[in-house]
């Protein structure tokens, strides 16, 4: 009878450790992009979604073809999110706290630059 009681009592004591886990998500919409040719507006608004795990203190970018791992860089003014493709390319999303965001790509195919940068929104869900 005591050994039960004390396996209660310490899935009683971890419950408020699973409880206290939550997510926060930022979803983008990109509507403009800068590049070599020029300023133009998006037909079909590029997208992204970011989840932060605030337990782990994690977070990733979800898009069609699964999730990746990124860094978060908290800032006073808003939050920034590094990737490093598996190619090497660095990609970061900088959004302020009114929700004002960019998406800058910063990569190289085939010896060449491929710059690019998108201007939008995002929303914190």
């Known amino acids: 009878m ?3 009681a004390r396996v209660t009592l310490a899935l009683a004591a971890l419950l408020p ?7 926060t998500s930022y979803v983008c919409r990109f509507t403009v992009e800068a590049s070599p040719k020029g300023l133009a507006k998006q037909e079909k608004p590029f997208e992204l979604r970011f989840v932060v795990d605030t337990a782990t203190k994690k977070s990733y970018l979800v898009g069609n ?3 990746s791992e990124v860094e978060i860089i908290p800032n006073t003014d808003g939050v920034s999110f590094v990737e490093i493709t598996n190619s090497g390319n660095v990609m970061v999303t900088a959004i302020a706290t ?3 965001a960019v998406h800058s790509r910063n990569g190289i195919m085939f010896k060449d630059l491929v710059p690019s940068q998108f201007y939008g929104t995002c929303a914190r869900q």
């Open 2 to 4: 005591h050994m039960p």
């Open 17 to 23: 450790c699973f409880a206290s886990a939550a997510t």
């Open 65 to 67: 073809a699964g999730s």
């Open 98 to 100: 009114n929700g004002a």
